[in-house]
């Protein structure tokens, strides 16, 4: 009995400090760690926090070619963590974005998202490919012009990523009626990603200059070098995304950030499911 009632007193106690035990808020230091996905499923998508949002769901306009669950991307293959083609966003992301399409619809053009939310995992796939040498098998389309080696240092790789926190996106504007892109057939001779816009992989978009994910400097938004229509395509972009409170990434003319962000500090791992279009 007295080892019984120890127990008991050594549980009480567990369960009291349990209980004072204040709950941290978003951006507190503890989350500057990755926060992976719990064991089990929540109503609102597999691990998927409830500030999260399906795209399709606050605005079914805008266009969604979702680049990284198919092999055409700069590594060739599906990404992991990407298992359906479908664009998660913070919810204050998604309806800055839904404001922006708005605007655009209204002048005959939609945005068009090529990546939203992307889990952690997939960043570390980015890392092992690039730590990968010998893999350049898509070099031709998206860095012709650069060392493999030397992604890293120049920016285009890195170990953690803003999209992890679910408010950055990347995008360009369609003009409307949207003529459908032909997909990718794997192995098909690469275009280089800064060619002519008739030399390069016909994307319905815009003519930007380069093509989504071009790891050159002719893809950062202001180089001098992109003048006439190619410019004015990038600042009509760029002014409604602004309007709307997104700011950019000046390196990448696609890459947009929600501000404030909802999870500032917190990068998540949870994978993109197929789920059914009830969940969320």
């Known amino acids: 009995m007295p080892r019984l009632a120890a127990a008991l007193r050594g549980l009480a106690t567990a ?7 204040p709950a941290l808020a978003p951006g507190a ?27 399709r769901s606050v605005d079914p306009t805008i266009i969604q070619e979702m680049r990284y669950v198919t092999p055409h991307n700069f590594m060739g293959v599906p990404v992991t963590g990407y298992r359906a083609p479908r664009c998660l966003l913070t919810r204050d992301a998604a309806r800055a974005l839904h404001r922006a399409q708005r605007s655009f619809l209204r002048r005959g053009y939609s945005l068009k998202v090529y990546d939203c939310y992307r889990p952690q995992r997939a960043v570390n796939h980015f890392v092992s490919w690039a730590k990968d040498l010998g893999d350049q098998r898509m070099k031709g389309e998206f860095y012709p012009r650069a060392d493999k080696s030397t992604l890293f240092r120049d920016g285009y790789i890195a170990e953690k ?14 003009r409307l009626p949207a003529l459908p892109t032909r997909p990718y057939v794997p192995g098909e001779p690469p275009a280089p990603c800064y060619g002519p816009k008739a030399d390069r992989f016909p994307d319905n978009s815009l003519d930007m200059g380069t093509g989504f994910d071009c790891f050159d400097t002719l893809a950062h938004t202001l180089d001098p070098r992109i003048t006439g229509r190619q410019r004015a395509h990038r600042l009509l972009l760029k002014d409604g995304l602004e309007r709307a409170g997104f700011v950019n990434y000046p390196s990448e003319w696609w890459h947009y950030t929600f501000t404030p962000e909802t999870f500032p500090d917190t990068y998540f791992d949870f994978p993109i499911e197929r789920w059914s279009p009830g969940r969320y």
Do not use: K, Q
Request: hydrophobic share 45%; charged share 10%.
């Open 15 to 21: 369960a009291a400090a349990l209980i004072a035990v």
């Open 29 to 55: 230091a503890a989350d500057t760690a990755v926060r992976p996905a719990p064991s089990s499923p929540s109503a609102h998508g597999p691990g998927m926090p409830r500030e999260f949002v399906a795209l």
């Open 161 to 174: 990523s803003g999209h992890s926190r679910g408010s950055t996106v990347d995008l360009t504007l369609v």
